[in-house]
């Protein structure tokens, strides 16, 4: 079982939906969670980033994290066509010799 | 800001890639992304030290100078190492704070 599973999608919605992001993840050792936006022919970009249960919300994204289910989600409100990437989980599991493993993406197409 | 460069290399060449990380930042990590396996941690380096590695064949290797820029080394290439290439950089180290990724190098093997 991979650590870290992510549904790649493609994602397709019309403007204004509400999109849901997720990955589940299998170490228990990982306590940080974050969200990365890659443009096409761009770097990512980090969204956001959390590191306990619960929601953490900032404009129209809110992380959710479950560490019971070892589950995280994105929720995106009100998508416009500018949110149109590829949206990757990535989670950590800290101390100096950290590891830092990505999910593989979520290609998220916002149609206007 | 550039967008993503190229370069092309035949097996068993080596190629170096380089980063210049934002003025101020200590920390670079290089990472290597492919349709197949995502985006993966090479290893980060700060101030001139590797702070730590990810599960990658010694033909992988870097280092960072004085001034933070960083250089990433491939030998001995392999059709495998295909891929986008990736360096972000960071005031602190340890992949919790706010990573600043360039649009990378792809490189090619063939």
């Known amino acids: 079982q991979k650590e870290v599973e992510q549904d790649p999608g493609p994602l397709s919605v019309p403007e204004g939906a509400i999109v849901s992001l997720n990955c589940t993840y299998s170490?228990?050792?990982?306590?940080?969670f974050m969200w990365y936006r890659q443009y096409s022919r761009k770097g990512p970009e980090l969204l956001m980033y959390?590191?306990?249960?619960g929601n953490k919300e900032d404009g129209r994204f809110t992380a959710q994290v479950d560490k019971s289910s070892k589950y995280i989600s994105l929720f995106i409100r009100d998508s416009q066509p500018s949110d149109s990437a590829t949206y990757l989980c990535?989670?950590?599991?800290?101390?100096?010799?950290?590891?830092?493993?990505f999910g593989k993406g979520t290609l998220l197409t916002v149609n206007p | 800001k550039a967008g993503v460069t190229q370069t092309i290399k035949t097996r068993g060449q080596q190629v170096t890639l380089s980063c210049s990380p934002i003025?101020?930042?200590?920390?670079v990590s290089w990472y290597q992304q492919t349709p197949g396996q995502g985006l993966q941690f090479l290893f980060e380096?700060?101030?001139?030290?590797?702070?730590n590695k990810g599960n990658f064949p010694g033909r992988f290797s870097g280092r960072q100078f004085s001034n933070s820029r960083s250089e990433m080394n491939v030998s001995t290439l392999e059709l495998g190492d295909s891929a986008l290439y990736l360096c972000?950089?960071?005031?602190?180290?340890?992949?919790?704070?706010?990573?600043?990724f360039g649009p990378g190098t792809r490189l090619l093997v063939l």
């Open positions: 990535a989670i950590i599991s800290g101390g100096s010799n950290y590891k830092l493993t």
């Open positions: 959390t590191y306990s249960s």
């Open positions: 972000a950089s960071s005031p602190t180290s340890g992949g919790l704070g706010t990573q600043y």
């Open positions: 380096y700060f101030s001139e030290t590797q702070r």
């Open positions: 003025s101020g930042h200590r920390s």
């Open positions: 170490n228990s050792a990982f306590q940080y």
